[in-house]
């Protein structure tokens, strides 16, 4: 096995991991970027691929498209609902903690049992943090049960758009280290 594959493998393992970084709401598609401008900047002079600041440029693209998908979602959907901002401020912050808090919960099952914790979680946390920010305003909680229903709907919608973003980025990389 020459160097070169041994780059391009671990450019596409890393990206992996960095993708499934995105499930607990952390800045995958961003890593992504940092690691493909790394291998374009540093990487091996012979058998390079396509590799260059042209992908590069495309995975940007493809990470700033996620990022618009998943707080388009999230926010459209709370602010639907009737939602203050500071629901969707709590939403965001709801959305991190139960991705943590999911995970942990679900880690004694294998692999699946921390994606899955992880997915739901942030859903459940979106949910409860938007219901929260309307509680602050003076709702009563259950008044805040739509907000909270359409926050958690916008959290998975938004975060099934940025997997397939990342997904798109992943294989722009594959395709270019494989030509």
């Known amino acids: 096995m020459t160097i070169e594959v041994l780059y391009a493998v671990g450019l596409l393992s890393m990206t992996?991991?960095?993708?499934?970084?995105?499930?607990?709401?952390?800045?995958?598609?961003?890593l992504i970027v940092l690691l493909a401008l790394v291998y374009a900047a540093w990487g091996p002079a012979e058998g390079h691929s396509d590799v260059g600041w042209a992908t590069v440029a495309l995975c940007g693209g493809l990470a700033v498209a996620g990022e618009i998908v998943e707080f388009a979602a999230a926010a459209t959907g709370t602010r639907r609902a009737g939602g203050t901002p500071r629901a969707a401020m709590f939403a965001t912050g709801g959305s991190l903690i139960g991705a943590f808090a999911g995970m942990s919960a679900l880690a004694f099952i294998p692999f699946l049992g921390p994606v899955?914790?992880?997915i739901l979680g942030s859903a459940l946390g979106a949910a409860i943090g938007a219901m929260l920010g309307q509680r602050q305003r003076g709702d009563r909680l259950t008044a805040g049960t739509p907000v909270g229903v359409a926050a958690f709907w916008g959290r998975l919608t938004g975060a099934?758009?940025?997997l397939i973003c990342g997904a798109g980025m992943w294989l722009v990389l594959a395709v270019a280290v494989w030509r």
């Open 116 to 118: 899955i914790g992880a």
């Open 160 to 162: 099934a758009g940025k």
């Open 16 to 30: 992996a991991i960095a993708w499934a970084l995105n499930l607990l709401s952390l800045p995958g598609n961003w």
